[in-house]
Structure formats: structure tokens, C-alpha cells
């Protein structure tokens, strides 16, 4: 599995792996109920939009992208989008829990809105910036 951020913040500090880490360990609880510990957040609880995208193998052809452009904790909303987006996208059938070690994520941050003048009114070289993580998850199925 592999992650990635998407962030337009010039404090890197809200967005980091732990976000992605987090989806996983939440599409991984929510497959083998009663067998692992239910995740905790390792991250700052600021409000937030936020999207999370979930792809599959070195395509990353999409399997699922679902987010708010309203404000919610990130504890609450990294949890609430990851399984949405994973599980009730209805353009994809739900993730199931064999495409886990072939799935990447990434999490976009929404900040530094501003209202434009007309639908033209947009910089492409502020759309955002990523960093780009790989994370190895072996045996968690077992």
C-alpha cells in the first residue's frame, strides 16, 4: 500500500503520513471487525475540508474519492471519508478486504479559499503541492 498528501498549507505540520496511516487502519478495522484494536488517531484534531482518495496498483486506477468542502475535525472527518470513500463511492463496488495490499491512498487538505470573480478566476500552480509516502503493510491479513 501506498499514500500520499495533498496540501496547500505553508505549515506542513496538519498534514502528514499519519492521515494516510490512519485510512488504512480504518478500512483494515472495519474488514476484520473484532480482530484488531479499533484505530486511534495519531494527528492534530484541527478542522479541516478534506477529500480521500483510494486507488489500486501502480496504475493507481481509482477505486473511490469522497470529501467535504465543509470543516471537520480531522480525527472525525480522515475516518468518516475513508470508509466512505471506500466503501459507498457508488461509481465503484465496495473495497474489499484482498484489495487492501494493492490499494494507495491520498488525503487532500483543503485551505486558502477564496472567492473568484467567474469559473476562469483559478491558478493551476496553486491547485496543491503533494508529498508522496510509501508505507509496507505485511501480514495484517493473517
Do not use: Q
Not at 13 to 38: M, N, S, W
Not at 71 to 76: C, E, G, R, V, W
Not at 83 to 93: G, H, K, V, Y
Amino acid at each position: 500500500p501506498s499514500s500520499s498528501m495533498n496540501h496547500n498549507n505553508s505549515n506542513n505540520t496538519v498534514a502528514t503520513d499519519d492521515l494516510c496511516v490512519y485510512c488504512f487502519d480504518v478500512i483494515i478495522a472495519h474488514h476484520l471487525r473484532g480482530k484488531v484494536e479499533k484505530p486511534s488517531p495519531n494527528f492534530e484534531n484541527e478542522s479541516y475540508p478534506l477529500f480521500v482518495t483510494w486507488t489500486t496498483g501502480k496504475s493507481h486506477k481509482l477505486r473511490g474519492c469522497i470529501g467535504t468542502f465543509s470543516s471537520l475535525p480531522l480525527h472525525k472527518g480522515v475516518k468518516e471519508y475513508a470508509l466512505t470513500s471506500a466503501l459507498n463511492d457508488t461509481r465503484f463496488d465496495p473495497i474489499s478486504k484482498e484489495e487492501i495490499p494493492n490499494l494507495n491512498v491520498k488525503v487532500s487538505l483543503l485551505v486558502g479559499f477564496e472567492n473568484g470573480k467567474d469559473y476562469l478566476d483559478w491558478n493551476v500552480s496553486m491547485i496543491c503541492h503533494s508529498i508522496v509516502h510509501v508505507f509496507l503493510i505485511i501480514g495484517f491479513l493473517n
